[in-house]
């Protein structure tokens, strides 16, 4: 049974670049959430995709977007890239939307130049 | 507003001995509280959860979390430490009240333990 997974691994981009983040979900799980762990900091909420809509938001700019697709795998996309977006970014998915039972995938870490 | 504060960054612990990762929240209602612990190029791993009723709670890996509503506290411990417990660990809270997603994180305990 897979867990989740993410790709790609590493990402390094430049300021104003656009990025593209993947995620699949433990199978089974109809719900994915995207985090942002910046370093030295906890993972901070940044939204949730159930049944291909943006249910919760965090307190992230329009520049943060995703999309989740039929099978349930999401992207995660930030446009306009700053410096300060250079994190740690997990995916954790879950089964239904208001579950505090959820399992993180490995993360991908982006670096913005 | 609900918050988690982790005091300490890093915990040194010997082999064998007992630990404790100390965390402090805040909340406007009732608490849920958990621990999640973090590998090197791992994602979170789930260890435990307060929701209600017996204030002590047991996880996973033999790891125990005591709730403690006055001091509003919900250390970790666990009785004799290994050195495969060397990792991050995340303190995290939500009001009861409140969607699972807004659940908060701590700034996480480094775990060192030294054979």
């Known amino acids: 049974d897979a867990g989740v997974t993410q790709s790609p691994t590493h990402l390094i981009k430049t300021r104003g670049q656009q990025v593209t983040l993947r995620c699949s979900p433990k199978?089974?799980?109809?719900?994915v959430s995207w985090y942002q762990q910046a370093l030295g900091q906890g993972p901070q909420f940044i939204f949730q995709y159930y049944e291909e809509e943006e249910r919760q938001r965090g307190n992230f700019p329009d520049r943060f977007s995703g999309h989740q697709f039929p099978n349930y795998s999401s992207e995660l996309n930030v446009n306009a890239l700053l410096l300060g977006d250079s994190a740690l970014y997990l995916c954790?998915?879950?089964?239904?939307?208001?579950?505090?039972?959820?399992?993180f995938g490995p993360g991908t870490r982006l670096t913005v130049l | 507003a609900q918050s988690v504060a982790q005091p300490e960054d890093q915990v040194n612990v010997a082999e064998g001995n007992p630990l404790t990762v100390k965390c402090t929240y805040s909340?406007?209602?009732?608490?849920?509280l958990f621990w999640y612990v973090q590998y090197p190029n791992r994602g979170l791993q789930f260890l435990l959860k307060?929701?209600?009723?017996?204030?002590l709670v047991k996880g996973s890996y033999g790891f125990e979390a005591e709730f403690n509503k006055s001091q509003t506290s919900f250390h970790l411990k666990k009785p004799s430490a290994l050195v495969s417990d060397s990792a991050l660990y995340f303190c995290?809270?939500?009001?009861?009240?409140?969607?699972?997603?807004?659940?908060?994180f701590g700034s996480g305990t480094r775990l060192s333990i030294r054979p």
């Open positions: 954790a998915s879950s089964l239904g939307v208001d579950t505090d039972t959820q399992y």
């Open positions: 995290a809270v939500r009001d009861s009240e409140s969607s699972a997603s807004k659940i908060i």
């Open positions: 909340v406007s209602g009732n608490p849920y």
């Open positions: 307060y929701i209600t009723g017996d204030n």
């Open positions: 199978s089974g799980h109809d719900t």
